[in-house]
């Protein structure tokens, strides 16, 4: 007994063996896996035995080998036969100029191009105006103009204005040749500039005297004026800035004056201002989130110190693990003052992160049970990912290609539902009731006749219908005589009939029976 025991198990465990596997990780998230007969799902890493077939559907916005959408697979000898497709991003419209498709609407950009499909071709730089700095082009070294171009790859040497003041507290590394001159070099790189370290300040000498007025600097805008205006301070979610691009670091107490021919506050020689705070990103981004920032056309990798400014915003998105997806999923958050706000467009967008204003950590998307029918992903709050053959917010349209004919309905992806007197897979095929009596309810004393959907009945010569014509009720009929020197009268009404007229039995029978009428005889009696 244990022997047969044994060798059962032994047999259980050589048919497992040979049995086949759904994928997990990446694979499984771009497609979904059904049974080939039904309309089960299977979860990843599910053991089918030897002999299932299923059919594997790419995601929206993925595509499988060749192009391939849909395909079905059989598990023979513990192997997919074929093997099934690899569906792989799609981007739509496709990258351009060489690109690749790293993600659904994603593509990375061979070097000289850029651009959401990399459409476009790097080309130059702008000289930024109003900087105080003069530019010189290090190949020719020749002064530049203000707004003048550079092509990329071009290198750019900065230098401050010749100046008395002395720069060595703060730039003590750029000073050459004791000129009293701050420089640096800057490359045009993919259309932009490399950041710079150089800060040049006025040469208050250089204005036209006047004499200290604080008096008439009595405001500064979103801040106060303190120290009988040798100092200011700035209000909450706003931070002290000079308008030349000097680091606000170098601001010191008591280093302001206001001159009447600006009428506005200047310190350490520079007009400055107080400008909304930006927003940090923490030192460590966890795990999964990758921030993407438009203005630099990069993700951010290091974020260390690294902060934007008020009204600048930055994409996030969180990665998608083998069950779930997260937000925030390609979600643009704004710098508010130092608050990360989701960004909207007006009358059209009404998600809200929920994060009020701290900087954004992915969370699991918001989807009520079922709420993405036929088997589509939810990607984002309320938004799903439908699998090809559905439509709508929630996938809830199943979709026939071709349509349902013949009046039929799409009831599911890929599936009809026939109307009576239809079959087939698209309902194109008619079904012929007159072949089966248990298809029809004719007399039978009564032709049957297919029609397209349905059928008629006739009653056959000899038997009159006594169901309006519709071939279900046949009676025999028969003649009353002529010449027979009698009168007829029907008994039902006690109407007089004429000879030549018809009378039929009952609908169940053949045959007349006199009994159903009376007669009366004249002249006979």
């Not at 497609?31 to 979860?43: C, D, E, I, L, V």
């Not at 006739?458 to 020197?485: F, M, W």
């Not at 609908?507 to 009376?518: A, G, I, Q």
């Amino acid at each position: 007994m244990w022997g047969q025991r044994i060798i059962a198990l032994a047999c259980a465990l050589e048919i497992l063996a040979k049995g086949c596997v759904i994928p997990s990780g990446s694979q499984f998230r771009r497609a979904t896996y059904w049974s080939f007969y039904g309309n089960t799902r299977y979860n990843a890493e599910k053991r089918l035995p030897g002999g299932t077939w299923i059919r594997v559907v790419c995601n929206k916005n993925q595509q499988g080998d060749a192009a391939l959408n849909v395909s079905k697979h059989e598990c023979s000898a513990g192997k997919w036969d074929p093997i099934l497709p690899d569906c792989q991003a799609l981007c739509n419209p496709a990258c351009q100029n060489g690109g690749t498709c790293v993600s659904p609407y994603r593509c990375q950009c061979p070097e000289g191009y850029y651009g959401l499909r990399c459409e476009n071709e790097t080309g130059s730089c702008t000289l930024e105006a109003g900087q105080n700095v003069t530019y010189w082009n290090m190949s020719h070294n020749t002064q530049m103009s203000e707004t003048e171009t550079a092509t990329n790859g071009s290198k750019i040497h900065l230098r401050c204005p010749n100046t008395d003041y002395n720069y060595s507290d703060y730039y003590c590394h750029y000073i050459t040749n004791g000129a009293n001159e701050s420089k640096d070099d800057i490359e045009c790189v993919d259309c932009v500039f490399e950041e710079h370290g150089l800060k040049c300040e006025l040469d208050i000498r250089s204005l036209p005297e006047s004499s200290p007025s604080p008096s008439n600097c009595t405001a500064i805008d979103n801040g106060q004026i303190t120290d009988h205006g040798k100092s200011f301070t700035c209000n909450p979610d706003y931070k002290p800035a000079f308008k030349n691009g000097t680091d606000a670091i170098l601001y010191t107490r008591y280093s302001c004056t206001c001159y009447n021919t600006s009428g506005r506050l200047q310190c350490m020689g520079a007009e400055v201002e107080c400008k909304p705070i930006g927003c940090k990103i923490p030192a460590n981004v966890e795990q999964g989130m990758t921030i993407y920032d438009p203005k630099e056309r990069r993700n951010i990798l290091s974020a260390n110190r690294y902060e934007i400014q008020h009204g600048q915003f930055l994409i996030f998105t969180c990665e998608p693990s083998d069950v779930f997806y997260f937000e925030p999923n390609r979600r643009m958050f704004e710098c508010v003052k130092g608050s990360w706000a989701a960004k909207k467009r007006p009358h059209m967008d009404t998600w809200d992160f929920g994060n009020n204003g701290s900087f954004p950590e992915c969370r699991k998307v918001k989807c009520l049970a079922d709420y993405c029918k036929f088997g589509g992903h939810c990607i984002r709050d309320h938004e799903c990912q439908c699998p090809e053959q559905t439509s709508g917010k929630q996938c809830q349209i199943p979709l026939c290609s071709p349509d349902c004919k013949n009046g039929g309905t799409c009831v599911s992806p890929d599936t009809c539902k026939c109307i009576d007197g239809f079959h087939g897979l698209r309902c194109e095929n008619d079904i012929d009731e007159c072949s089966n009596i248990d298809l029809n309810d004719c007399h039978r004393f009564s032709n049957c006749t297919n029609t397209p959907g349905s059928y008629t009945c006739k009653c056959i010569d000899g038997y009159v219908d006594l169901d309006d014509n519709r071939g279900r009720k046949c009676a025999a009929s028969c003649t009353l005589e002529a010449g027979q020197n009698v009168t007829f009268w029907k008994a039902s009404g006690d109407t007089q009939m004429s000879e030549g007229d018809t009378a039929s039995g009952p609908w169940y029978t053949n045959s007349c029976k006199v009994s159903k009428y009376w007669f009366r005889l004249f002249g006979l009696l």
